[in-house]
């Protein structure tokens, strides 16, 4: 694996009595896929929302190494709306898409973030204006080559089914050509067969298309095929980290899933709504 691409270094975050995040600290190398896992309510989209900048850390920061030329970023000083044009996209554990738009309007949503023309180019459609609206289309078509949406292309949303849904706001993600990509659950509401289709995609993701991955997922079929090194977590802390095998023989893993199991191989969580998710 590479070099550092992101560094969480002793974050940590309070809303009122609750630590959601406690003096967590992990990096994400170039190139690889880094799992968080750990049970529910133990801070993973959370973390998430730290670097996506929703949240303010209380303590701790993130850094940014995506910028060769321009040196490291402090990330957790950049606003909201930068972390995108930083080469950073996500995707939400509940699917977070334009319900009323086709496929292809949505991923044409998710590269306009990278959209260099101003204001008056793009209202008089000025040769730039027009330019970038080729790219954006050329980019739309080719994810959605990758993805195998082309069934779905001028398809509303709204009446596609969940799974594929899913798979739209990946690509979605992969219109503003990311660096680093974070995939909140991108197994939750998914059926055995719809879960081994997204092991492929992520393997695809990372493999051709070389974007590094920190994804957040309780499928552990999922993790271990897909994951180089994973996280556990509990209760906002670190637990232990290493390959997806070692995380889960360690005891204290096993200990926070369930107290007694030896393995914590067959966890499948449902999805539910969750207090942490909020609208891009
Ligand atoms: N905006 C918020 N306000 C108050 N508490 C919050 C907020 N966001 C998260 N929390 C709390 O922080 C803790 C961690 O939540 P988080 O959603 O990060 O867990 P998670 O690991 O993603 O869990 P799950 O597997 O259920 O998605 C929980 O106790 C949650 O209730
Ligand atoms: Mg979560």
Not at 86 to 100: K, V
Not at 116 to 142: D, H, I, Q, V
Not at 194 to 221: C, K, P, R, Y
Request: with cysteine.
């Amino acid at each position: 694996m590479g070099d550092v691409l992101l560094s969480a270094q002793d974050l940590s975050v309070r809303f009122g009595g609750v630590l959601a995040v406690n003096k967590v600290s992990f990096e994400v190398r170039q190139g690889e896929v880094f799992t968080l896992i750990g049970p529910n309510g133990a801070g993973k989209t959370t973390v998430f929302n730290l670097i996506s900048r929703l949240y303010q850390p209380t303590s701790g920061q993130i850094v940014w190494h995506g910028e060769p030329q321009g040196g490291p970023v402090v990330l957790t000083q950049q606003a909201p709306h930068r972390i995108a044009n930083l080469g950073i996209a996500r995707t939400f554990q509940n699917i977070e898409l334009f319900e009323h738009a086709s496929v292809l309007h949505n991923l044409l949503v998710g590269y306009h973030c990278h959209a260099t023309t101003g204001f008056w180019s793009r209202l008089f459609f000025t040769p730039a204006t027009r330019r970038s609206e080729l790219t954006a289309r050329r980019k739309a078509e080719e994810v959605i080559e990758l993805l195998d949406l082309q069934h779905h292309r001028d398809a509303m949303v709204a009446g596609l089914p969940y799974g594929v849904r899913k798979v739209v706001e990946l690509a979605r993600a992969l219109c503003t050509e990311p660096k680093l990509l974070l995939l909140d659950e991108p197994s939750s509401g998914l059926n055995v067969e719809e879960t081994a289709d997204m092991a492929f995609w992520i393997q695809d993701i990372q493999q051709e298309l070389g974007i590094s991955v920190l994804m957040v997922e309780h499928d552990m079929t999922l993790v271990s095929k897909v994951s180089d090194r994973v996280l556990a977590m509990n209760q906002g802390e670190v637990l232990a980290m290493g390959t997806a095998r070692e995380v889960q023989q360690d005891a204290r893993v096993i200990e926070a899933y369930l107290g007694t199991v030896d393995d914590v191989s067959s966890l499948r969580r449902t999805p539910q709504a969750n207090p942490a998710e909020v609208a891009p």
